[in-house]
């Protein structure tokens, strides 16, 4: 090629009639160029097969060779309209936004109820029509024609345009304390994440007590336990802290995702860390989880209250959620044993981590301040008069105000703000269920039919219990499930005579346990699925067997703890 300018031309050999090519003069080309280009073009031959159409380049310093670059191109005509190229082709209409098949599921269950179904007396037209709304609301939840906060909102919107609801009704549990102790809870999460410390966390006990598989269990299980009352979120606590170190520790033995050596190492790493840590952590703390905050709330729409709910909570979980902390990676570890018995090599690696991460940084000593405080005052804040949402408002204050967080950070936690938008519309509309007597109606029904086979409140709290963990298995989220079950199944236990905090309380904890059942089950449980580490078939039958040994730990130590404790 030469020096000057290159320039193209479309040229067809089957017809000089089909070549549709005009020539505009451009300043854009010189007119060196033009005086070049326009006799070569006139000059060709005409065609003497039919050959598909070729793109020539040529230059003004030796007009006489063309080259033929080896892309074949159509010119833009209308002959050419079935080409996948062509300008002229129409694009196709495509339906876009809700899914249709789980949309029409999801509006009929609501529509089969509210126009189907005869209403019961003791029920009024309006609550008859909340409710069927509230029913095709959690069908959407669990069948996602939507996004979770798109379809909570249509449903919003549907009490509102359909005078159900007043405006200041539908919208009134925005400004709910429990909700944006959820939302700012992500926040502070947040933090954990960002400045490493959940991560310097959970190195030191790898170093600690890192030289055998059992050992690597433990350590990340204390780790976990000791950095969820002050990171209220499982899927970060997975995603952001654990995960990132179990593959770090399994690599280095070999042990490889979505290959037969996962069993050396990672496969039980990841189900003791799924099975059992996360679950009994989160059930260990009012703050460690987001749904143990709206369990309390809805609870106390149905005149449930906890006094002093964080220590309330604490006290109650402890004993059980330790036993089963401690118990549950041995039997885990002779159920479901790693390839590989002794680490050695771990305490070096994370001794080589924490020295890449270097001393303690500034924001890192702030987070620790900061979360001291914060489990401070959600400890002792009742007695002196700071609720638990001002102790996170200032938590996230502090963290804002010295930089550890931006308000950018903020913005960013998309989690956050879908969470406040579906969990203000369910428990609006479940609070609303229960002043309209829906909820009574049902619970006065299923106690009515517990009673007829002469079921005891202990017999029946066990029945409902049991119901209320392996209906997840039609979940895949564990807050959809506490704002589609929790209060008609709280409901349930105080008509079935049940002591009301005794099953709050008991229903919320379960709420963390069955978070581990499937792989799709919770938010870490896709995390932790997602890493390649456990096969599906393992996933489900772990599930089910270590779900049957935390319900023995906690049922058993547990009974025994709440009655020592006066609960029943």
Known sequence: MGSSAVYSAVVSPSSRASLHFEYRPSPLICPTAKRT???????????????????????????????????????????????????????????????????????????????????????????????????????????????????????????????????????????????????????????????????????????WLGKSTLGLSYGLTLSEALIAPAMPSTTARAGGVFLPIIKSLSLSAGSKPNDPSSKKLGSYLIQSQFQQCTSNSSALFLTAAAQNLLCLQLATELGVVVADPWLSWFTAASVPAFSSLLLTPYILYKLYPPETKDTPEAPAMAATKLELMGPVTTNECVMIFTMLLAVSLWVFGDAIGISSVVTAMLSLSILLLLGVLEWEDCLNEKSAWDTLAWFAVLVGMASQLTNFGIVTWISNYVANSLQSFSLSWPLAFCVLQAAYFLIHYMFASQTGHVGALYSAFLAMHLAAGVPGVMAALVLAFNTNLFGALTHYSSGQAAVYFGAGYVDLPDIFRIGFVMACVNGVIWGVVGGFWWKFLGLY
């Open 37 to 207: 280009f326009l006799p070569l073009l006139r000059s060709l031959p005409p065609p003497i097969t039919s050959t598909p159409h070729r793109l020539f380049l040529f230059t003004t310093s030796n007009p006489s060779i063309l080259t033929p670059l080896p892309k074949t191109i159509r010119p833009f005509s209308a002959s050419s309209s079935n080409d996948d190229n062509s300008i002229t082709e129409s694009p196709k209409l495509q339906l876009q936004g809700a899914k249709i098949v789980p949309l029409v599921l999801s509006l009929g269950v609501g529509l089969i109820v509210r126009f189907f179904i005869p209403q019961p007396e003791e029920v009024t037209p309006e609550a008859w029509q909340l409710f069927s709304i509230f029913l095709s609301t959690i069908a959407g939840l669990v069948l996602s024609p939507l996004p979770v906060g798109a379809w909570a909102f249509l449903g919003l919107t549907t009490t509102i345009v359909t005078k159900t609801l007043t405006f200041s009704t539908a919208f009134s549990a925005f400004t709910n304390e429990v909700i944006w102790l959820i939302v700012i809870s992500f926040f502070f999460a947040r933090g954990f994440v960002k400045t490493g410390l959940g991560e310097r966390i959970a190195t030191y006990f790898v170093k």
